[in-house]
């Protein structure tokens, strides 16, 4: 039974950190690119990050480049994303995901497994 679960997530204000983490299980981990894409109010879903299972290459949107940090724990099955200097428009459901790709392209309509998702809602 494929698993992706998704903790860490919760009431930050701007310019505070959060780490969220996702556990994965349930299918061939070496095979797939971990990650996490996003959800605002209204909004579509965006692919944030992604980091390749075999030398940890990662990718970044524009949006969160230089603020978001992304890091994978292959023994734990588990992946990180470091969250630093919170913006309100960083307000949103995180998912993680699983695809064998990421360098090439993080699309959500591309993307094999979704967790449920965790809110991460910004104070104002």
């Known amino acids: 039974q494929v698993q992706l679960v998704e903790s860490g997530g919760g009431l930050v204000q701007p310019g505070g950190s959060l780490r969220l983490s996702c556990a994965a299980s349930?299918?061939?981990?070496?095979?797939?690119?971990l990650g996490w894409f996003r959800q605002a109010p209204g909004k579509g879903r965006e692919g944030i990050s992604c980091i390749t299972s075999n030398n940890g290459n990662t990718r970044y949107a524009d949006s969160v480049k230089g603020r978001f940090t992304i890091s994978r724990d292959n023994a734990k099955n588990t992946v990180y994303l470091q969250m630093n200097n919170l913006k309100p428009e960083d307000t949103a459901i995180y998912y993680c995901?699983?695809?064998?790709?990421?360098?090439?392209?993080?699309?959500?309509?591309?993307?094999?497994?979704w967790g449920q998702g965790t809110q991460v809602p910004l104070s104002s």
């Open positions: 995901a699983a695809d064998p790709f990421c360098l090439s392209r993080w699309d959500f309509s591309e993307v094999d497994y």
């Open positions: 349930g299918f061939a981990l070496d095979d797939y690119a």
